[in-house]
């Protein structure tokens, strides 16, 4: 969060000369990187940072193009942001997001933030002053490379870059109960040189979460139901530390980043509860316990270097390596109330050593109406398990690789915009007792059609494939209850997704809003199922294959101000999903449900509030029907130059709720309900601090990736 320097409002005109060749090594299979493309509409839309001119600009304006859009920002806009994340707040599907403080989509999903083509993270955010903002680029269908990776990508593009120094730190925090959110950032440039260094933390600490679940089956001709409820202390905290360091040679048309992070993560849960248990017709009381704990910690290091050749293309490469130390336990008991008798002792150790590796290359080439975008990216996984469970002590090895080959070709003529391209995924996963491959060729087509200024139809289609992930390809194996197991499933093959979507787009003083009808199938669709196992004599919880899933319904998103200003906007999301699960034995599992979710949001001079909240639904899983979580939330901000105060009240009138039943075609009946009555009326209050001066120096970093989270089942 910053404080900036007051200037007249900018637009720019840029000259985007593009060509970008990536190579990135980043471990594992869950990448989590973009980076954006320059625009391939006329060349005043299509612009290098560095040669941004001053133009007055009047009024906030959107220009949409076949993939994304471009906003650009007036003065009142400028005037009321401290930082470039207030800005992107203003978007019409972006939103704050009180619990984790973070900008987030209104549809869900992973949202992939950049600064002139890099990675950011909420703290470099931050750190962008209002006025050095040009505009913002909206990717609501991302470009080929970042689509198995990111559901939206937002690039926000700023102005020349000088010497200068920014500074910051906020905090919010719960009164009565566990809550803080909590980060502090420092930068300097000088010259070519930039430097870095941020911290944030999340922690969470509730001692009164109330649960209760049922499980009620028949096994061997014998019917068995056990009831049980109870309460847990449960918590975590997230740790971030990083430093980085980028140099920019302008002369010598190169970027080179390198930026070393520790992610330091703790978690716990303390239970106790007692079980009525049924065996046909004799009726037991049990006590129960449930204990669990986990740590990790994680450096990684990310080198990046991109170079200009010629003027019309670019080469970027791009390197990441991540080790991950976990150590996971877990402590499942439960006994006859009356005798002491035990009835089940369930006990799991886990030490992981987890390495990954991401590398990237990617080419761009510029033609004089389009633009060629070739790359190869390679994910590499590896981990080794040391595991004491319920069947024994093990040792064992697992390795996690995909490679993408993909190239694109993006364009305009007339009012038509388009995109299209080929890409070739190789999919090799090697557990403890079988190895995986599978290849896929990945085709992509974009296709805008402009109807006036502020209208326009797109039309999109694309054909991808994705890994498992690596829990749910673990062998390990826990007891839940007595004769109900849980494990993963190392025979699991990646699942193949088409989509496709039909979107039109409106805009003016009033109304800024997409209509999406979709039509989605996914092969191979990887869902949970209870089957019976022999060799335990009971029933486990398992991932399988589907043989498909369909998804078709329509999708409202966007914002509403009544008054044309920012005086009242209201910003809604609706999704209608009719959902067919066609399992590998024919079995048919419909469900049908409408999404939705609603923030109100009021701005008057230096002070804001605003209220979220929605209705919670029930959503197909496997065989399980799961609510998400609901929300009603309502916080207000005071601005006063530097200083942001906040306070607010999270899950209004009601806690937390998480809510599980299973459909009639599970062998298993389960229900379950869990409050967190810990958050009910949880009052917060918020203190922030952003100090910059001139302005930072920004790279171009073509190519983003993460690798793989660490593995903890």
């Not at 390197?319 to 150590?327: D, F, H, P």
């Amino acid at each position: 969060m910053l404080i900036v320097l007051f200037e007249k409002n900018i637009m720019i005109r840029m000259k985007s000369k593009w060509y970008c060749i990536l190579l990135l090594m980043s471990s594992a299979v869950g990448i989590s990187a973009q980076i954006t493309e320059g625009n391939i509409s006329e060349k005043a839309d299509t612009v290098k940072t560095k040669e941004i001119q001053e133009v007055i600009l009047k009024s906030q304006h959107k220009k949409q193009f076949a993939d994304h859009a471009n906003y650009t920002f007036d003065k009142e806009a400028l005037e009321k942001a401290r930082n470039s994340k207030d800005l992107l707040t203003t978007l019409p599907e972006l939103q704050l997001d009180p619990i984790s403080n973070t900008v987030k989509s209104i549809k869900g999903g992973k949202v992939l933030f950049l600064i002139n083509g890099i990675e950011a993270s909420d703290n470099q955010i931050k750190s962008v002053t209002p006025t050095n903002v040009v505009r913002v680029e909206y990717f609501d269908i991302p470009p080929a490379r970042y689509s198995q990776r990111a559901d939206t990508v937002v690039n926000i593009i700023t102005r020349n870059p000088e010497v200068g120094y920014s500074y910051g730190a906020d905090v919010t925090s719960a009164l009565t109960t566990g809550f803080v959110n909590g980060s502090a950032y420092a930068g300097y440039t000088k010259g070519k040189n930039d430097f870095g260094l941020e911290y944030s933390i999340n922690l969470r600490d509730y001692n009164n979460r109330q649960y209760s679940k049922i499980y009620d089956y028949s096994l061997n001709d014998i019917h068995y139901r056990s009831d049980e409820s109870g309460k847990d202390h449960f918590g975590y905290t997230d740790q971030n530390i990083a430093l980085r360091y980028a140099n920019v040679n302008p002369e010598k048309k190169y970027t080179f980043q390198s930026k070393l992070s520790f992610d330091i993560n703790t978690n716990f849960n303390k239970g106790i509860g007692n079980s009525v248990y049924t065996k046909d017709l004799i009726t037991e009381n049990h006590n129960t316990i449930h204990n669990s704990n986990s740590n990790y910690t994680s450096p990684t290091l990310d080198l990046y270097y991109s170079k200009n050749i010629g003027k019309k293309d670019e080469l970027s490469l791009n390197i990441i390596g991540s080790y991950y130390n976990t150590k996971s336990n877990q402590f499942d008991y439960e006994w006859v109330s009356v005798t002491d008798e035990d009835v089940f002792n369930n006990k799991m150790n886990l030490k992981a050593k987890q390495t990954g590796l991401v590398g990237e290359i990617v080419h761009i080439h510029n033609f004089e109406k389009g633009k060629l975008s070739s790359g190869y990216r390679i994910t590499n996984t590896n981990i080794s398990n040391n595991l004491v469970n319920l069947l024994g002590n093990s040792d064992y090895s697992v390795n996690y690789l995909t490679q993408y080959l993909y190239t694109e070709y993006s364009g305009k003529k007339d009012k038509f915009t388009y995109r299209f391209g080929i890409g070739l995924t190789n999919i090799h996963n090697k557990s403890a007792g079988t190895t995986q491959d599978d290849l896929t060729l990945n085709p992509k087509l974009v296709l805008s059609y402009s109807i006036a200024n502020n209208q326009s139809i797109r039309v999109t289609s694309d054909y991808t494939s994705k890994s498992p992930w690596a829990d749910a390809l673990s062998s390990n194996i826990v007891q839940v209850v007595p004769n109900i197991y849980k494990t993963g499933n190392p025979y699991l093959k990646p699942s193949h997704i088409l989509r496709n979507n039909l979107v039109y787009s409106f805009n003016n003083k009033y109304f800024d809003f997409n209509l999406v009808p979709f039509y989605n199938i996914l092969y191979k669709d990887i869902t949970q199922f209870y089957v019976f196992v022999e060799e335990l004599e009971g029933y486990t919880l398992t991932n399988e294959n589907s043989k498909y899933t369909r998804q078709a319904g329509i999708q409202f998103s966007g914002s509403i101000k009544p008054f044309g200003n920012s005086l009242l906007i209201i910003k809604p999301f609706f999704q209608f999903s009719s959902i067919l699960l066609k399992k590998q034995d024919g079995t048919e599992i419909k469900n049908d449900y409408l999404r939705n979710f609603f923030t109100i949001s009021s701005e008057y001079k230096s002070f804001s509030i605003q209220y979220q909240f929605n209705i919670p639904v029930y959503v197909l899983n496997g065989a399980f029907l799961s609510t998400n979580e609901n929300a009603s939330h309502l916080f207000i901000n005071y601005k006063k130059q530097n200083w942001t105060f906040s306070t607010g009240i999270y899950w209004l009138g009601i806690p937390s709720e998480y809510k599980t039943k299973s459909l009639p075609e599970s062998l298993v009946g389960y229900t379950a309900q869990t409050q967190i009555c810990n958050n009910k009326n949880m009052i917060v209050l918020g203190l922030s601090f952003d100090f910059s001066s001139g302005r930072k120096l920004q790279i171009q970093k073509k190519l983003n990736n993460s690798t793989t989270p660490a593995t903890t089942f």
